[in-house]
């Protein structure tokens, strides 16, 4: 009986697994260039801390444990209630502004489905402890910084950014309660993805008999700061609004400092269906509109105190590996995943084995990456593995290495060869060979 | 309410998580280095799979998760059930020898103890395809690369090495039918650490009706090789035994080949608790034996099959991170865990911030480690702020970019500083500064 892997999760085979590094490691390199730390917490948490955090609803969401130790845990689903729970246990030593970065394995408990995974693999940048306009802009910059170093220009991917201060003064010009603001988010969030009969008609049934769909559909088509600016819409004049509408301008002025702004604009419908964000908001879609967010953030200014903590603002923002390869897949940008030698030792003898060995274990000892073939075989059979394993450059031992200590090398990619001195080789493993030298 | 981490789980803050990224890095840079491919499978498992594997005793020791599907799941305890249904998904296709390595997160779902996670982090290497001497040779040559390159020598580390086909001669040579020899190497895997007359007991609780624990008593205190083939016990001389001590005596040839004898030995009670070996073992121990093992492994014919593969012989080992990380701490070895900035950017008055944002982006933007302060300081509050972050060197912008547009660098550990023209500073940001021009 061949047993299954668990639907809904992902085996990462060699070449996939090269694509998975390769995200991974673009996200630690850009956190680590923006001056963010790196932390991580376990994969269990308690279900108490969802809870605290998102309300009972989301055990629905979760995969429950019941341990022997009569402890109720969860597989984590995101990583900002572990954030929380870990900067609220060490608030008062940790230097601020706290600048840390996360990657790890997520797990949504709900039904598999087709086309969405049940694990992914997550980023999450975050800066605690300041509610500094620059930790916004700061954000933004970091997440267009990655999409850069993945190869992402402004013609492939948009940050659309909206503040749910200036949402809250519309709403309540426009006469609804901040009781049902949460509510308006949710709905403002699927604006883009329901039709407007349907949007209207949920609307009317969940804010009807506070405001009519009519007063804010105009500035739901809103897609930059200027048409924003150059609305003429009545609450757009209100003192409330015109206020957010300042701050937002001065974010941008921000992120104009940071060079960024060909990748961001303003759009109305960006709110971030969680209930935790109260200020900047802003998610990074493919220009095309196809896909999903490929990453989605914004400040939160009462998590920290809701799970037990002080009154510490923060802003950040998380970004899966799934919609991001899923883009750089359509784009055919996707990295060769190809896994590379330096050095394959080709033995060209029987008599030669153990000087294989040898040098194998010196080269790696050195830091080159080298392999060899554990069998006899033909030298032809050694250079087509060396070319399977994407081997750089071969080296021949044989009854030359034995009688006069050289060795000769082989550059795959050229067909070049030259003898050398075991010495001068071990001196400079990866000089290159030249062609002028081709037998 | 302040919400507490799961009990026998680990947060990692920056400074110990900077440490885990250093280990997990020279995981992966010897890994690579040795020709070795990385793949990783998900955190869920069907619990048929560690049945099938272990039988229905492992479910105690399982963190168990019954899903709104009706599945039956665990949290992987373990990496080599997930590499042998991985392997087994794809054998066909898989270009031999299978030459993996895998890095992440495990648990055991054991009541929490003192000293004893629930969670570690671990690394599994293994060549799968092959039962050529060299893929144990190899195996065991990984660890010692791994031992060497976070700096340990073989004063503080010895990689015992046994082999469970002369065990079994052994065994059988004194009498013990194979139905029992699973019980003999739980009771040799414990000889070690339990006193002689408490062994005794157990053996003769356990073997006494088939063997007498005087027999095997003199074998178990044998610790090299040269006292195994010295040994004058009445085994040694028997055919079955003899081919067995020449086998380990060909890996040892191969481990000189290597260069790595004096990190290697042999040891009789050796034999891994694990029912899945089926020849060599091994596992490295600090020399003082004051810690568990920092990494165990060897051969296993049987696993692929037993999980509905082919017949497919491995060679493999894990290394998890408390005991090494224990063993260096011990060692008063541990890196340092502070995080570096190549550049910190100060800003020398308020009409400079914009200047300052701007030279941060353009110097992440080329893969230079820099941050700033949000907040307006005084200089010697931001040179403060950089010593703090284990900045490298400040670059000052101020009155002298906006005329001249030069800056001012200042090397944070000589104290030395100089003016360059910014093109020249951006052309080559991590310059050194001579200490002549200090003022």
Tied chains: 1, 2.
């Excluded at 390199?29 to 730390?37: A, P, Y």
């Excluded at 750089?392 to 050229?414: A, H, N």
């Excluded at 010495?423 to 000089?431: G, I, N, Q, R, S």
Aim: glycine residues 8%.
């Amino acid at each position: 009986m061949k047993i299954q892997r668990v639907r809904g999760t992902r085996d990462f085979y060699p070449e996939d697994m090269a694509i998975q590094s390769w995200i991974a490691d673009a996200w630690r390199r850009v956190s680590l260039r923006n001056g963010f730390l790196q932390y991580d917490g376990p994969i269990l948490e308690t279900m108490d801390l969802y809870r605290a955090k998102s309300g009972d609803e989301i055990v629905g969401q979760l995969f429950r444990i019941d341990s022997r130790s009569g402890e109720e845990l969860a597989i984590r689903p995101e990583m900002t209630p572990t954030l929380a729970r870990m900067i609220n246990a060490k608030v008062q030593s940790l230097p601020r502004p706290i600048k840390w970065f996360g990657i790890g394995p997520f797990y949504r408990g709900e039904r598999p489905q087709r086309g969405r995974s049940r694990e992914f693999l997550q980023w999450n940048v975050d800066v605690v402890g300041t509610d500094d306009l620059l930790a916004d802009a700061e954000c933004i910059f970091v997440a267009v910084d990655l999409l850069r170093e993945i190869g992402l220009g402004p013609e492939d991917v948009v940050v659309w950014i909206n503040d749910r201060r200036l949402m809250a003064a519309v709403f309540g010009e426009l006469g609804i309660p901040e009781s049902r603001h949460l509510a308006a988010y949710a709905l403002v969030d699927k604006a883009d993805r329901m039709e407007r009969a349907k949007l209207a008609a949920v609307w009317a049934e969940s804010l009807g008999d506070v405001a009519g769909f009519e007063a804010i559909e105009p500035l739901l088509a809103v897609e930059s700061l200027e048409a924003l600016r150059s609305c003429d819409h009545s609450v757009m004049r209100t003192p409330t609004v015109t206020k957010w509408l300042a701050e937002l301008e001065s974010l941008f002025l921000v992120l104009q400092d940071f060079g960024i702004t060909e990748f961001c604009d303003f759009k109305m419908t960006i709110v971030r269906g969680l209930a935790y964000y109260t200020g900047c908001v802003f998610e990074a879609f493919d220009r095309q509109g196809k896909l999903r967010a490929v990453l989605g953030g914004g400040r939160y200014d009462n998590l920290l105190r809701a799970l037990g903590g002080p009154d510490l603002s923060g802003v950040g923002f998380g970004m899966g590996d799934p919609v991001v390869l899923e883009l750089l897949r359509e784009l055919n940008r996707l990295p060769d995943p190809h896994a590379a030698l330096d050095v394959f030792v080709v033995a060209a003898d029987d008599e030669s084995a153990s000087t294989a060995v040898r040098l194998v274990a010196d080269l790696r000892g050195r830091g080159v990456r080298t392999d060899f073939a554990y069998r006899r075989q033909a030298v032809a059979k050694q250079f087509k593995a060396a070319s399977a394993r994407g081997a750089e450059r071969c080296v021949i031992v044989g009854t030359e290495t034995r009688e006069r200590d050289t060795v000769t090398i082989k550059d795959m990619s050229t067909g070049a060869q030259t003898q050398r001195p075991m010495v001068a080789f071990l001196a400079d493993p990866l000089a290159s060979i030249p062609p002028s030298q081709n037998p």
